[in-house]
């Protein structure tokens, strides 16, 4: 992966050339809807209250888990075993990031949902609260892991399906049983060819129209790679 130095340069050269955040010049009426309705929306959602508490106790929490990491790697940490306190710090989307896709979800109102990475439960929350009538469907690779999300959202009242395994080994059986994918959230295995296999995998099972969001594109130049060929694909 990029150092944090190199992502902070990647992250400065976004601000000063990224366009205009209030929408105007925007002739796309979907980005432009996106930009004033929902990376705009400031309102502060009571579900943003029970999720974040959730998250400070997450982050006292010195019980160890066991991970499987199946993927590339954790940016953090390599070891067997992890804090959840360190897995709540280092590895769950920021607040800013989760209460996007609540907004998203709360917005478009998709009726199914795919998430790869479930991690905490934090993101998964946040999807849950924003969609409360859609089926979320969530993979995580580590079974001490979804345990302990499946835990977390019960404490939210939240519902998801969560399933253990490999993305590889339960997207085959999984999207065959699902009605047609509204949203997915893809965050895990930061490499290129599986990054690109499920954009393909999903888009074969998407609704049309669909949101399918991929993140930490800045990871690696594998990740860059990846996103370079999924925006370019019409």
């Given amino acids: 992966m990029y150092s944090p130095f190199r992502l902070a340069g990647k992250y400065l050269h976004y601000y000063l050339t990224a366009s205009n955040g209030k929408g105007h010049g925007v002739h796309s009426p979907f980005v432009f809807d996106f930009i004033t309705r929902v990376l705009n929306d400031r309102q502060l959602y009571p579900a943003y209250a029970s999720i974040e508490a959730l998250r400070h106790r997450l982050r006292r929490d010195p ?3 066991e991970i499987h990491d199946l993927g590339a790697g954790s940016s953090y940490r390599t070891a067997h075993t992890r804090s959840v306190a360190d897995i709540a710090r280092y590895a769950a989307k920021p607040p800013r990031l989760g209460q996007l896709l609540f907004r998203i979800a709360r917005h478009y109102q998709p009726a199914t949902i795919l ?26 690779g580590a ?39 509204d949203f997915a959230f893809v965050d895990g295995n930061h490499r290129r060819e599986p ?5 393909e995998t999903i888009l074969h099972h998407a609704a049309r129209p669909s949101i399918l969001i991929f993140d930490d594109i800045h990871w690696s130049a594998e990740m860059e790679a990846a996103w370079t060929v999924i925006k370019n694909d019409p």
């Fill in 63 to 65: 019980a160890l888990l």
């Fill in 195 to 199: 990054t690109l296999h499920y954009f």
């Fill in 143 to 181: 079974p001490a892991v979804a345990a302990m999300a499946q835990a977390n959202l019960r404490s939210l009242n939240l519902d998801a399906s969560l399933i253990t395994g490999s993305f590889d080994d339960i997207l085959p059986s999984l999207l065959p049983t699902l009605p047609s994918i």
């Fill in 115 to 140: 998430e790869l990475g479930t991690s905490l439960g934090i993101s998964t929350a946040y999807l849950a609260a924003g969609a409360p009538q859609a089926r979320v469907h969530s993979i995580e």
